[in-house]
T-cell receptor
Framework: AQKITQTQPGMFVQEKEAVTLDCTYD???????LFWYKQPSSGEMIFLIY??????QNATEGRYSLNFQKARKSANLVISASQLGDSAMYFC????????????FGQGTELSVKP | NAGVTQTPKFQVLKTGQSMTLQCAQD?????MSWYRQDPGMGLRLIHY???????DQGEVPNGYNVSRSTTEDFPLRLLSAAPSQTSVYFC?????????????FGAGSRLTVL
């Protein structure tokens, strides 16, 4: 069975600093995808970044990057130059390539950015 | 605007009542799914569909029914609501191929069962 673990219930970061949100996963599949979603206080789920298990380079999307370490089964999200608007819940999720829209989510990390 | 539309946004039910959460997408996505989000927990998959006429159970299917008669619509039915079903419900959709990489979520439906 697949499982996602986020061990940081809450994190604080100073504005303009970088922060790393941890995510480890467990799967027996060879082909899978890893995702990060942001959920602000308004409640919507916003896609941030995607990493495929066969992608050789770490994914980047603007200030977001995914530190993918396949052997350690970790997919940490790095946010550079934090902004006040980054304060939100962050969810790590994974999907097998043959499972379509079937995502497994972690428990989430609440990030607070201090001015 | 293209996307996933969920209705209603808020609903209060009494124990034993039935209701349907509606979900529609206009992106011609094959995959659709329903999740519930409880405080302190991530989203958990209730039911999903890989195309019209095809549905399957997720992690927490008990107490919920779904059907997929068209590509666009994927309603979630609560047959006899229970307080344990108080939650925020999200519908999501994704396409095939590279489009399957990203799940697009609706705005969510907050359900309270008294």
């Amino acid at each position: 069975a697949q499982k996602i673990t986020q061990t940081q219930p809450g994190m604080f970061v100073q504005e303009k600093e970088a922060v790393t949100l941890d995510c480890t996963y467990d799967t027996s599949d060879q082909s899978y995808g890893l995702f990060w979603y942001k959920q602000p206080s308004s409640g919507e789920m916003i896609f941030l970044i995607y990493q495929g298990s066969y992608d050789e380079q770490n994914a980047t999307e603007g200030r977001y990057s995914l530190n993918f370490q396949k052997a350690r089964k970790s997919a940490n999200l790095v946010i550079s130059a934090s902004q006040l608007g980054d304060s939100a819940m962050y969810f790590c999720a994974m999907r097998s390539y043959n499972q379509g829209g079937k995502l497994i989510f972690g428990q989430g990390t609440e990030l607070s950015v201090k001015p | 605007n293209a996307g996933v539309t969920q209705t209603p946004k808020f609903q209060v039910l009494k124990t034993g009542q039935s209701m349907t959460l509606q979900c529609a997408q206009d992106m011609n996505h094959e995959y659709m799914s329903w999740y519930r989000q409880d405080p302190g927990m991530g989203l958990r998959l209730i039911h999903y569909s890989v195309g019209a006429g095809i549905t399957d159970q997720g992690e927490v299917p008990n107490g919920y029914n779904v059907s997929r008669s068209t590509t666009e619509d994927f309603p979630l039915r609560l047959l006899s609501a229970a307080p344990s079903q108080t939650s925020v419900y999200f519908c999501a959709s994704s396409g095939q191929g590279s489009g399957a990489n990203v799940l697009t979520f609706g705005a969510g439906s907050r359900l309270t069962v008294l």
